[in-house]
């Protein structure tokens, strides 16, 4: 990168560090419970919860959410609070169809809800579910409200079913009020319903544009000044890896483990770097030293980074017991462990068996304060290796 070319950057940069705080940024949507188990397209999941809802022996609040759905249709909603209401889920018509929402109001009004979220609708439905609604009223001498719901109100194909959008449908359920305290659970499911439909199922509100910080992002020059820097960033965290790993050939061969007995795996684009003798891996275990999130710590500035042994591979628990035994009977392991401040871990989940936090100075001011770290670590560290040839052999000889 040219020193014109990074003052040009800096300029730019520094204009963005002025302006983008101001601009507005995405909108962040609440984590419904639809969202939460990943049901906000599951047709039949919001059948049942638009069922509950409906349901004045369950809901909570009693027969206003029935009245205000009947309302929308200018329908007769004079009806006692007590009368007899019965929904069921998935009712089957003598011709083997299925509604998705059946309800039975006092046997006075038979009103029948077709759901569809994301889908249209499907064959001759509301053909047969009109046909088939009115034999089951013309039984009782009833009245039928017959229902299309989508989320954007989609025209049903037969003209006996009236559309009716999610939206319009929450705007009459926000107008009931009633006592949020007398059953708080049941009245976080009727909110928890009209939050999600409010910032979810409008398809036309869901994404009006785009945030001001995504339409300065998007602009030409940023975009180019942006991936010219992250270019050089890569770049240079390559440089940085390999540094590492030299320093870390460099030390094995002064110990007398050069490339022909060691392992040393080292990969820019893996956040997490490790090395090993030849023999610590196979037979059931793989046992190594690892450092990772190098990238996240120059991203992030951190002057820290953990060094581990760790333990893997299917034999890992006869790993972690055979080491341990050792070290409970080895005085001079469990104070070098003390000494050092190096934590022994039997951390089966993590792979964990030795760790421990290294301190240095500004990475990005200084780098050399954290190869000076890193040497600690590898020096520190070379302790262990006769205890792990020592685990492994007793593990082969048993």
Same mark, same amino acid.
């Given at each position: 990168m ?7 950057y800096?300029?730019?940069?520094f ?19 639809p ?12 059948s049942?919860?638009?069922?509950? +809802?409906?349901?004045? /022996? ?6 206003a ?5 009947m ?7 004079d ?7 019965t929904?069921d889920? @998935? ?9 998705d929402i059946?309800?039975?109001v ?8 077709e ?6 609708e ?10 088939s609604?009115?034999i089951?009223a013309?039984?009782k001498?009833?009245?039928t ?6 989320p ?17 449908l929450?705007e009459?359920?926000?107008?009931i009020?009633?006592d ?6 049941k009245?976080?499911l ?6 999600? +439909?409010? @910032? *979810? ?8 544009e ?15 000044v942006?991936?010219a820097?992250?270019?050089a ?6 440089q ?15 110990k007398?483990l ?10 820019? @684009? ?7 003798k030849?023999?610590? /891996?196979?037979?059931?275990?793989? +046992? ?18 953990d ?8 034999k890992r628990?006869e ?7 050792i ?6 392991l469990k104070? *070098? ?14 792979n964990?068996l030795?760790?421990?936090e ?18 600690? /670590?590898?020096?520190d ?8 040839d020592?685990?492994i052999?007793e593990?082969?000889?048993k």
């Amino acid at each position: 990168m040219l020193d014109n070319d990074l003052d040009q950057y800096e300029k730019i940069f520094f204009e963005m560090k002025q302006s983008v705080p101001s601009l507005s940024g995405p909108i962040k949507k609440t984590e419904t419970i639809p969202v939460i188990f990943n049901r906000q397209y599951d047709e039949n999941f919001f059948s049942y919860y638009l069922a509950f +809802v409906l349901n004045p /022996a369950k809901n909570g609040i009693g027969l206003a959410p029935i009245k205000k759905l009947m309302s929308i249709f200018q329908m007769d909603s004079d009806l006692e609070e007590d009368c007899d209401v019965t929904i069921d889920r @998935e009712y089957m018509f003598e011709n083997n169809r299925r509604i998705d929402i059946l309800i039975n109001v006092d046997d006075k009004i038979l009103i029948g809800i077709e759901n569809k979220l994301y889908a249209g609708e499907g064959g001759n439905q509301t053909f047969d579910y009109n046909k088939s609604l009115n034999i089951l009223a013309e039984e009782k001498g009833m009245k039928t409200l017959k229902i299309f719901l989508s989320p954007n109100g989609i025209k049903p194909k037969n003209d006996g079913f009236h559309e009716l959008s999610y939206k319009k449908l929450i705007e009459r359920f926000k107008e009931i009020k009633f006592d949020y305290f007398k059953d708080i659970r049941k009245s976080f499911l009727f909110y928890e319903l009209i939050t999600h +439909v409010e @910032e *979810y199922m409008d398809i036309k509100k869901n994404f009006k544009e785009f945030s001001g910080k995504t339409k300065f992002y998007l602009q030409k020059d940023t975009i180019a000044v942006i991936k010219a820097l992250k270019d050089a960033f890569m770049e240079d965290l390559k440089q940085f890896v390999a540094s590492i790993e030299e320093h870390t050939r460099i030390f094995f061969s002064s110990k007398g483990l050069d490339s022909e007995k060691m392992e040393f795996k080292f990969k820019t @684009e893996r956040d997490w770097q490790n090395f090993y003798k030849n023999e610590w /891996a196979g037979q059931g275990f793989f +046992v190594h030293f690892e450092i990772n999130n190098i990238k996240e710590m120059l991203e992030t500035n951190r002057n820290n980074f953990d060094f581990m042994i760790h333990v893997e591979d299917y034999k890992r628990k006869e790993f972690y017991d055979k080491f341990k035994s050792i070290y409970e009977k080895d005085d001079k392991l469990k104070e *070098y462990c003390e000494k050092n401040d190096i934590q022994f871990i039997v951390n089966l989940k993590d792979n964990i068996l030795l760790q421990k936090e290294y301190i240095f100075e500004d990475i990005i001011a200084s780098p050399e304060s954290f190869f000076q770290s890193y040497e600690k /670590a590898l020096e520190d560290f070379y302790f262990f290796v006769d205890y792990i040839d020592e685990t492994i052999n007793e593990l082969i000889k048993k």
